[in-house]
């Protein structure tokens, strides 16, 4: 199977960066697209960016030209930098793959989330 861990989130100011890491681990697998969403509380879980194989990048209209998403294929490595941030950025990050494996040629695999906060 194919795991996904989130890593990076914390508690920052107004106007302060974080980086998210999300890091695929298993055997015998191969990511595609790769996506980041944020749920905040009481609200809808909401597509954030994402990346497919090529390192092409769609962004939310809420955070277009703040956050950056990368990815290192070597490392099975997607990145979210996140600069300027807002106190509506607080939210659960969670990090999606599109993965292929031997046995099943079209997963989608989630993380467990890791939370961002974002004082006024």
């Known amino acids: 199977q194919v795991h996904l861990v989130e890593s990076g989130g914390g508690l920052v100011q107004t106007g302060g960066s974080l980086r998210l890491s999300c890091a695929a681990s298993g055997s015998m697998f191969s990511i595609d697209a790769m996506y980041w969403y944020r749920q905040a509380p009481g609200k809808q879980r909401e597509l954030v960016a994402l990346?497919?194989?090529?390192?092409?990048?769609e962004y939310a209209e809420s955070v277009k030209g703040r956050f950056t998403l990368s990815r290192d294929n070597a490392k099975n490595t997607a990145y979210l930098q996140m600069n300027t941030l807002k106190p509506e950025d607080t939210a659960v990050y969670y990090c999606?793959?599109?993965?292929?494996?031997?046995?099943?040629?079209?997963?989608?695999?989630w993380g467990q989330g890791t939370l961002v906060t974002v004082s006024s």
């Open positions: 990346i497919t194989s090529g390192g092409s990048t």
């Open positions: 999606k793959a599109k993965a292929r494996t031997t046995l099943y040629p079209n997963l989608e695999v």
